[in-house]
């Protein structure tokens, strides 16, 4: 019931409170008192109803068949004491014997809130489910109770909010004179607290059980005194290479599975090492452990737990994984050197690339010239035509003038036949001149042509040097930070094995 826990907080510390210097409300019972028994919230089992009730003075009982007997009677006053003694630290309420509440100490009202106002008159059934009310096993108790067999355990009960109450109670008859049971006192004691904490270990010991990790528990004599099953079917992998089989694990004392049982026996005895993590080797297999102390409230050392797991493919990966980046790194290292001579060879490549293109430029400058010197010559030889051929005209102009003349104009005749013969001749080299120089002009621009084709290759060429020299230098760039990421891989690993 929502609210329930923290009332039931505020009821207890009531109780603690009031249980001192104060009288019970149990002086109300009538004389004689009989098998008065305590309950224990350590031990609440049935067997306890057997020994307490020598602690009640009022009426010595035996058992007998049974049912208890009533043998002597004690001093009120020594009875009176043993109650007011048992309703100092327990709840107690009166019941008839057909169930109907009668009184009820200030303990019993602090743990289900009730004013006495509230249950007097009422049945006990009050405090239970409404369907256990109508049980036969109810109904039982109640017939067992009035004819005088005492009961008890632990019982859940209900409180006034609708909370669950567990408490450790003995429902005791109490006999008349005669014999016969005149009402039922039980005397209780609240262990919802206990209860509750016994059923979270249950669940938190089920919980380890059925976890997937190996969990195992050393007392603080480094005895082993629980592995989960995880454990036990871990061990059953390597049991061949255990000091035992693992049936005999637990019992047996963890110094068995070191080799220096005294180091492992210091490190658990100081608490500010722990936990303690490290890596077990055993035979071509790997483990992991964790182990923590485990203290009481007060701080001694109740023992210690030990979490591991087999990891020997992680180390086994791990392994790999290193020698790859070493590989890897020492491949990177050997690439770079070689890229490395090829930027420097691409680097020579360019440069004579440069050189020839500045060669095949000046060759392509002189060809320019030779071009242009060759025109030159070409008007030369022009000149030189067209002096052969006025030399040509005259010396045919002077020929007729001899003819003219007669025989005083033959030698003249001769001369301007000479010079004639001469122009024809200066004309005839002339126009070898000129065909030489033709011949020359055309392979002038074959070589401008050749020369122009080559400096636009050596351009390209240079162009797609720089383009590799680049790729090559960005290579480069890329293998140094494979290498130093294969090494850190290395080192990584290291780390992880170490």
């Excluded at 043998?71 to 004491?81: C, E, H, L, R």
């Excluded at 429902?171 to 014999?179: H, S």
């Excluded at 030189?384 to 030399?391: M, N, P, R, V």
């Excluded at 293998?479 to 990421?485: A, F, P, T, Y």
């Amino acid at each position: 019931m929502p609210g329930g826990l923290p009332k039931r907080r505020r009821r207890r510390q009531a109780v603690t409170h009031n249980c001192v210097n104060r009288r019970s409300r149990t002086e109300t019972l009538t004389q004689p008192r009989d098998a008065i028994v305590a309950s224990s919230v350590r031990d609440p089992t049935p067997q306890y109803w057997e020994s307490v009730p020598t602690m009640a003075t009022n009426l010595l009982m035996k058992r007998k068949a049974g049912r208890p007997e009533p043998v002597a009677a004690a001093p009120n006053s020594d009875s009176q004491a043993v109650l007011d003694a048992f309703s100092l630290s327990q709840a107690i309420i009166e019941f008839q014997p057909d169930g109907t509440i009668v009184t009820a100490n200030d303990n019993f009202l602090a743990v289900l809130g009730y004013s006495l106002s509230e249950i007097q008159g009422q049945h006990h059934r009050m405090f239970v489910e409404p369907g256990e009310a109508q049980t036969d096993a109810y109904q039982q108790f109640w017939r067992d109770l009035a004819e005088g067999r005492p009961n008890a355990g632990q019982f859940k009960r209900f409180a006034k909010d609708g909370s669950e109450i567990w408490i450790s109670a003995s429902y005791n008859p109490v006999f008349d004179e005669a014999g016969k049971v005149a009402k039922i006192v039980k005397i209780a004691g609240d262990i919802t607290e206990l209860k509750l904490a016994g059923e979270e270990a249950r669940r938190l010991a089920n919980m380890i059980r059925l976890m997937p990790f190996n969990i195992m528990y050393a007392d603080a004599g480094n005895v082993i005194r629980y592995m989960n099953p995880a454990s036990e079917r871990g061990l059953k992998v390597v049991e061949d290479l255990l000091p035992m089989s693992v049936d005999q694990v637990v019992g047996s004392s963890i110094d068995a599975f070191h080799k220096d049982p005294s180091h492992q026996q210091r490190l658990l005895a100081d608490e500010s090492k722990l936990p303690i993590s490290t890596q077990i080797k055993l035979g071509e297999y790997v483990f992991e452990l964790m182990a923590v102390a485990i203290s009481d409230e007060q701080g001694a050392r109740l023992g210690s737990m030990a979490a591991w797991r087999d990891i020997t493919e992680q180390v086994r990966t791990r392994e790999e994984a290193a020698s790859i980046g070493q590989t890897v790194a020492a491949s990177a290292t050997e690439m770079a050197a070689t890229i490395e001579e090829i930027s420097k060879s691409v680097g020579r490549t360019a440069s004579l690339a440069s050189n020839t293109e500045d060669h095949v430029r000046d060759s392509s400058a002189a060809a320019q010239m030779l071009q242009e010197s060759s025109k030159a010559i070409d008007k030369v030889v022009g000149v030189i035509q067209e002096l052969a051929d006025q030399t040509n005209l005259l010396a045919l102009n002077a020929t007729i003038e001899a003819a003219r003349a007669g025989e005083s104009g033959r030698s003249f005749a001769v001369v301007a036949n000479e010079v004639k013969e001469l122009a024809q001749e200066t004309g005839a080299a002339t126009q070898s001149i000129e065909k030489s120089v033709e011949e020359m002009r055309q392979r002038i621009e074959q070589v401008t042509l050749s020369t122009r084709q080559i400096t636009e290759s050596i351009a390209e060429v240079s162009g797609n040097t720089s383009t590799v020299a680049a790729a090559i230098e960005e290579q480069s760039i890329t293998m140094g930070e494979l290498s130093k990421n294969a090494e850190g891989l290395v080192k990584l690993a290291d780390r992880a094995n170490a």
